[in-house]
């Protein structure tokens, strides 16, 4: 078994994990509000808290104003906002410098999945929109 089908297989793994929890009831009984159609901009450790438990699916974006590749992805996450069932959330990292480090950006842009409160991806680097867009899909309740 190759090292992506050993990958694949533990997302898998996750994915099911995540739904039984979800099908057990516990916390889940009101449903994960909708996603909003444009970003999300982050001003605090609590509001990206309650972003990430809030929303079914996050896509991250830790971006810098003076950042080449971030203003490159501007449209992709725009849009990923307004077209899927994710929520796009938006730190600007000399902004909310702590709050980079806590996640141990160290390039920008670096991009965070959450599914169900639970971080599942990490990206540094500008990324295809069907990289998030299989995520989205994959993770989506």
């Known amino acids: 078994m190759s090292d992506s089908d050993d990958l694949e297989e533990i997302r898998q793994r996750k994915l099911e994990e995540l739904q039984e929890r979800g099908a057990a009831g516990g916390d889940d009984a009101t449903p994960a509000s909708t996603a ?19 929303h079914d699916v996050v896509v991250v974006d830790f971006y810098a104003d003076w950042c080449g590749p971030c203003k490159m ?41 959450y599914a169900k409160g639970q971080e599942i991806e990490q990206f540094v680097g500008a990324q295809d929109r069907s990289v998030f867009e299989r995520l989205i899909s994959q993770y989506s309740s």
């Open 36 to 54: 909003p159609d444009d970003p999300i901009y982050v001003d605090g450790p609590d509001h990206f808290q309650s972003i990430v438990n809030d």
């Open 73 to 113: 992805m501007e449209p992709v996450m725009n849009s990923l906002a307004a077209e899927t069932d994710a929520a796009v959330a938006k730190v600007d990292i000399d902004s909310l410098q702590r709050l980079a480090q806590q996640h141990g950006v160290r390039g920008v842009p670096t991009f965070k999945v």
